[in-house]
């Protein structure tokens, strides 16, 4: 067993990275307010109760440090009225103690994620049959947000969050009939750009408009000057990711505070 590898700390700095730079950013706006403290990222839920989750990312895998951090907001996790999750970096020889750590506060172990890096510097960029549009008008938002809001849930905050305004850049898998299909956004984080939200409607899976969302997302992420991508993923959608040369970085272990669920 071996400690967190140097590839899983980047992608994890990195999202944290990006969350601290959505402190003043318009999307963040009304939907998270975001601050750091000792040992911690908070992302505090300012939506409707219930509707999202606060997010709580631990910068460190210290069992001691975890803790202490915990001590210091439980307070704030306790009052604030919404469901907490919190992320902290797998390490297998620490997770046993991590999960002591937190028990002991009420917060449980919920679900594992898959971190995964790529150099999309030294990539090839493969060409794909389906169309891609990166999202720049309002329609064109609208048609990726309603293919995510369809896959994840209708929740007015990932309307709010992205947004023709917003940081992050959306695409969208069109249909020869301008049906949207499919889609994916890139969060640019420290060094690293974030692949978020890849979604497919239920009827278009298995066709291949999930890789070409992403390879175009990976292409214009290597345009605007990154040279590494990641993202988070569920085990069963880790070997989609292998097969657009994403590679297992690491892994995140995801705890709750409120409604406990042993896997996602």
């Known amino acids: 067993m071996e400690s967190p590898s140097e590839s899983a700390q980047v992608v994890w700095h990195a999202e ?17 307010d975001i601050a750091r403290y000792p ?3 908070c992302a505090w839920s300012l939506c409707q109760q219930g509707s999202q989750s606060n997010e709580i990312f631990l910068e460190s895998n210290e069992s001691s440090s975890i803790g202490a951090v915990i001590a210091r907001l439980q307070d704030l996790i306790v009052t604030s009225g919404h469901t907490s999750m919190l992320r902290v970096l797998h390490d297998p020889i620490r997770h046993s103690e991590h999960s002591d750590a937190l028990a002991s506060f009420g917060i449980q172990y919920a679900f594992r994620t898959t ?9 090839p960029m ?9 999202a720049e008008t309002r329609r064109e938002y609208d048609a990726a947000i309603s293919v995510m809001q369809e896959v994840f849930g209708g929740t007015r905050e990932l309307t709010e969050f992205f947004n023709p305004f917003a940081s992050a850049q959306l695409f969208v898998a069109l249909t020869e009939r301008g049906v949207a299909v499919s889609a994916s956004a890139i969060w640019p984080c420290e060094k690293v ?10 009827l278009f899976r298995n066709r291949g408009h999930a890789h070409a969302v992403v390879i175009e997302a990976l292409g214009f992420a290597r345009s ?9 993923a569920r085990a069963a959608l880790v070997c989609c990711y292998e097969c657009v040369g994403l590679e297992i970085a690491g892994y995140l272990d995801h705890y709750r505070y409120g409604l406990v669920v042993h896997e996602e």
């Open 39 to 41: 040992g911690a990222i």
């Open 224 to 232: 605007s000057g990154f040279q590494y991508a990641g993202l988070r």
């Open 193 to 202: 750009a974030g692949l978020h939200n890849v979604a497919t409607l239920p």
């Open 115 to 123: 971190l995964m890096l790529r150099d999309i510097l030294s990539m």
């Open 126 to 134: 493969p060409s794909v049959d389906q169309r891609i549009v990166a």
């Open 16 to 32: 944290q990275v990006g969350w601290l730079r959505l402190q003043r950013a318009p999307e963040s706006r009304n939907v998270f």
